[in-house]
């Protein structure tokens, strides 16, 4: 076995602490990366504080991993050490099913094996990126291009993926009036996408404080959502809305800035179910989409369209203590993270 530091979390809400975890044998197809930054994504939080229900506990949060190839596996041909690689939400899939073979891993029949918080094919919990290192199947690995430092890739592989993926299905692009509500880590690159893909952009933000940042990242147009006249302003605007809130939100309220034929996506992902009236939809013919992730062909895709475009993440870099990490994530919950933290993970070696 291979030994990693790491930072767990012994039960849902319980403080991080420092561990040292077991990474399996590589098998031939694996490959071991040493973990240089993992991005801190919300996500982390709703498992580690057990907001989506039932966990696998101890956890290790992190999928949003940038790091150097160490070994590989004897049958790894498309990898080699010392590679700049990356891996994101998912470690593994059927490989056979007709969304894996379409490269939507994510929706795998078989159900796919998240990085953490997961059981593994072989039955073993999966443990993610707040660790030294980690062995995933070069399936799922991805390489990150020279021109992106390795600080900023890293969260690229959730939050930019989790973006770049909805824009690019639901068509954000020239003609396309697009609306990004929250601009969190995520939101503040789906800014960046929808602009570089051409479409006339909009930040719906709780409040004005995030105005001139969003218009250097791209946007053409910003409200502030807890003034009313901005639903009123804006109603029967967008052909897509780009939902990244990890709060409720008021659905009707969002709809009805929708055109007709439009939709709102949502990959903000709160606890509680959302209500809204069916009447939102039908007298517009709207429609409500959510999206998960996005497959490993397309995050490389992502990767590429971000060292093309010059697209990168606002990052704050932290150490590894487990008091730092967990005041990161304090500050995500009050909105106060500008735009992405990621764990400088090479402080994580037990001194
Ligand atoms: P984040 O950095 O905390 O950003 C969320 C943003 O939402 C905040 O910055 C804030 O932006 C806005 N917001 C927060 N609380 C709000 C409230 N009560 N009302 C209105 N707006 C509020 O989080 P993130 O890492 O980007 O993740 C966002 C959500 O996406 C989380 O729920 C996460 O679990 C989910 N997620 C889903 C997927 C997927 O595959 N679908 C993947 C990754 C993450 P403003 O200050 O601009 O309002
Ligand atoms: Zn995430």
Known sequence: MIKSHALKIQN?????????????????????IDIRYSG??????????????????????????????????SDVTKFSVGDRVGVGCFVDSCGECDYCLAGDEQYCTKGVVQTYNSLDYDGQPTYGG?????????????????????????????????????????????????????????????????????????VLSQSLSKQEEAYTLGADHYYATRDQDTFSKLAGSFDLILNTVAANLDVNAYLSLLRVDGTLVNVGAPSKPD?????SLILAR??????????????????????????????????????EVQHAWERVKQSDVRYRFVIDTEQLNGN
């Open 12 to 32: 849902a809400g319980a403080s991080m602490e420092h561990s040292v975890i077991e990474r399996r044998e590589l098998r031939k197809h694996d490959i071991l």
């Open 40 to 73: 801190i994504c919300h996500s982390d939080i709703h498992q580690g504080e057990g907001d989506w229900g039932e966990a696998i506990f101890p956890m290790v949060p992190g999928h949003e991993i940038a790091g150097i190839v160490a070994a590989v596996g």
């Open 130 to 202: 707040y660790s030294q290192n980690i062995v995933v199947t070069d399936r799922f690995v991805v390489r990150i291009p020279d021109k992106l430092n390795m600080d900023v890739a890293a969260p690229l592989l959730c939050a930019g993926i989790t973006t770049y993926s909805p824009l690019k299905h639901w068509n954000a692009g020239p003609g396309k009036k697009v609306a990004i509500v929250g601009m969190g880590g995520l939101g503040h690159l789906a800014v960046q996408f929808a602009h570089a893909m051409g479409a006339e952009v909009t």
């Open 275 to 279: 209500t809204y009236s069916v009447f």
């Open 286 to 323: 709207r429609s409500l989409a959510g999206s998960l992730v996005g497959g490993i062909r397309e995050t490389q895709e992502m990767l590429d369209f971000c060292a093309e475009h010059g697209i990168a993440p606002m990052i704050e870099v932290i150490g590894a203590d487990p008091e």
